[in-house]
């Protein structure tokens, strides 16, 4: 090769040069000329003489080797974080231990040095056709022949490198568009999943449960194969949640599933419908079967315990069982479930802790639809004025006269039917309106003494909901000032059992009432076992005698012992009583020669709409 003159080299990649339709830059081209170039060649003069000419150009990083293990060891020490930072590798063919095939071929097996491209010097001087072919033909980017000269050696490295900075640039937005379509495929998936799945146990969700249920549907049509969902119920799951917080209960939902997976097998279908209650589908299974793997799932809840901060917890679960074969021809997936649902309902309702088999005639159906239906009618009377008062007189012994009145519910409905208590009040205290009826009776009495003698007094019963309100005492307190009637004349009455259901809540309910002059009387006394205890610290005026004592009471020596004590009881505390029930002239003389206060029954009077008559 020919020593030539520096002077050549001056601005060879000069702006107006690059301008002429160059793509490339001034920031691009300083790039470039700091790209890592490798120079390999046999003869050390060579390789120096193009060393130089590029140095010249303005190339900075410029590396030297005279071998294939040399060039290999650029490219090894070159590679960092899974990237190489040669950017060219220029090839002298008079090396004798590889060529740029062999090199070639070498580079393409890895993901670091495939993109490098390699620039062949040929020794001839003349062009073949055949050589180029087989030297492009294996990534070979530029073939250059000699003599080198610096019209054409710098800028062919030039385009090389512009070359590899479009490789570069290229496998960047080919990884950039991989890694984009490998994230929304996983979102895809995900969302997929998340479909069809629960977020915190993992198990199926109710979508996946009915898609399931389609298939085992056709089954049992088509193949006259049996299948059974279960539908479970953790019972008391509220208690442990409330008492500990949702994130331990999560925690405990995620260790039942997960004991679910270990119970069934991998071909049934596990399901969280929502909260505590999950079901299982399985598919290819007789009715005794599915009975006794229910029983099963039952048993081993029964015995599983969940220990959080001290606190042992025990569970057990409502398991109801719907039985798939070929009376279900005619259902659909979401009948199935909702016999499912009822089923476990049912077992609910009997006890908790049990297994039952859905079957049409289950009366605790019935209840939970007559609730459903009568839920509208009581919001409905609410609005429309639909409910009214009767009145049953209490005849007071001492005085031998009627002054006092209890106050009872009813309900108008279409075509001028009346509904009593037992109709509507077991769904109201069901359905949570219990609390609106007690506000709506006291308001509407208030008034209605307002216009009554002043020496009548009513009774108004309570709901045991009703004194968790807060609403009640500052409606009570609101009518005492508004209507100026004496709250002696008012007593609320309250049975033992929702007394005691929330003792402590009502006790403070009732000394706060009492506190504005109203009294109060203790209804059904005597059909708890702790009546005497709660007596004691229960602050009443007035004991109403359990009218199970009272209906025998001529022939029925226990109950005349009982009722005679709970008299005395009540007088020695200071108390008043009224025994209810009372039918016959015969039972009121007993009660008179016991010292009862006040009888109530229908030999004294039913009740009626208007208290005075006309």
């Not at 056709?129 to 000269?149: F, I, M, S």
């Not at 209960?249 to 071909?267: A, E, K």
């Not at 009813?410 to 009593?420: A, F, H, P, S």
Request: with cysteine; proline share 3%; net charge negative.
């Amino acid at each position: 090769m020919t020593i030539i003159d520096a002077k050549q080299f001056e601005h060879p990649f000069g702006v107006s040069d690059i301008q002429q339709g160059d793509p490339l830059i001034g920031s691009t081209i300083d790039l470039l000329l700091h790209s890592k170039i490798i120079i390999a060649g046999a003869k050390e003069s060579d390789v120096a003489f193009m060393k130089t000419m590029l140095q010249i150009s303005g190339f900075t990083t410029i590396l030297s080797a005279h071998s294939g293990e040399g060039v290999m060891d650029h490219l090894r020490h070159g590679i960092q974080d899974e990237l190489c930072d040669v950017d060219l590798v220029i090839l002298d063919r008079n090396l004798t231990d590889i060529n740029a095939q062999s090199l070639r071929t070498i580079m393409d097996r890895f993901d670091e040095w495939r993109l490098i491209p390699i620039i062949s010097l040929t020794q001839e001087s003349q062009w073949d056709h055949a050589q180029a072919l087989t030297d492009l033909g294996h990534g070979v980017t530029t073939l250059l022949y000699n003599p080198l000269t610096a019209e054409s050696f710098p800028p062919s490295v030039m385009t090389a490198l512009a070359v590899k900075k479009e490789r570069d640039k290229t496998f960047q937005q080919q990884q950039q568009l991989k890694d984009e379509v490998a994230r929304l495929k996983m979102m895809e998936a995900r969302l997929q999943f998340s479909v069809e799945h629960d977020d915190l146990t993992g198990l199926s969700n109710r979508r996946k449960l009915e898609q399931a249920l389609d298939i085992s549907l056709i089954q049992v049509r088509n193949f006259g194969v049996n299948g059974v969902l279960l539908y479970v119920d953790l019972d008391r799951f509220k208690v442990l949640n409330d008492a500990e917080g949702h994130v331990v209960g999560d925690s405990l939902l995620v260790q039942i599933s997960n004991t679910f997976r270990g119970f069934f097998s991998p071909q049934d279908t596990l399901v969280r419908i929502g909260s505590d209650e999950f079901a299982i589908l399985i598919d290819n299974i007789d009715g005794s079967q599915a009975i006794k793997k229910a029983e099963e799932l039952r048993f081993m809840l029964d015995g599983y315990s969940f220990e959080h901060m001290g606190n042992q917890y025990h569970l057990s679960a409502s398991i109801g069982v719907k039985i798939i074969s070929s009376d279900s021809n005619k259902l659909m997936a979401g009948d199935i479930l909702a016999h499912a649902n009822q089923a476990c309902y049912t077992a609910k309702k009997r006890g908790r802790n049990r297994v039952h088999i859905y079957s049409a005639e289950d009366r605790e159906m019935d209840i939970l639809r007559h609730s459903v239906q009568w839920a509208p009618r009581i919001r409905s009377a609410l609005k429309q004025e639909d409910f009214l008062l009767e009145f049953q007189p209490i005849y007071a012994v001492a005085s031998n006269d009627i002054r006092h009145y209890e106050c009872l519910i009813r309900m108008r409905g279409e075509d001028k039917i009346m509904y009593y208590p037992n109709d509507f009040i077991p769904v109201a205290e069901a359905m949570g309106l219990i609390q609106q009826i007690d506000l709506w009776v006291v308001n509407h009495v208030f008034d209605l003494l307002r216009s009554m003698p002043t020496h009548l007094s009513f009774t108004i019963n309570l709901s045991g909901n009703i004194f968790l309100d807060h609403k009640l005492y500052p409606l009570v307190e609101t009518k005492l000032a508004q209507t100026g009637v004496d709250p002696a004349r008012i007593v609320f009455e309250i049975t033992e059992t929702s007394a005691i259901s929330n003792f402590e809540q009502t006790k403070v309910m009732v000394k706060k009432l009492r506190s504005l002059g109203c009294r109060f009387a203790l209804d059904d006394f005597g059909a708890g076992f702790n009546s005497y205890s709660y007596l004691k610290h229960f602050p009443v005026d007035i004991l109403k005698i359990d009218g199970g004592f009272i209906i025998d009471l001529e022939s029925d020596p226990v109950d005349q012992l009982l009722v005679k004590s709970m008299i005395d009881i009540a007088h020695s505390l200071g108390k008043k009583t009224v025994a209810e029930y009372v039918e016959n002239q015969s039972t009121m003389d007993l009660l008179k020669e016991f010292g009862i206060d006040y009888i109530q029954g229908f030999l004294v009077g039913k009740p009626k709409v208007k208290l005075l008559d006309d």
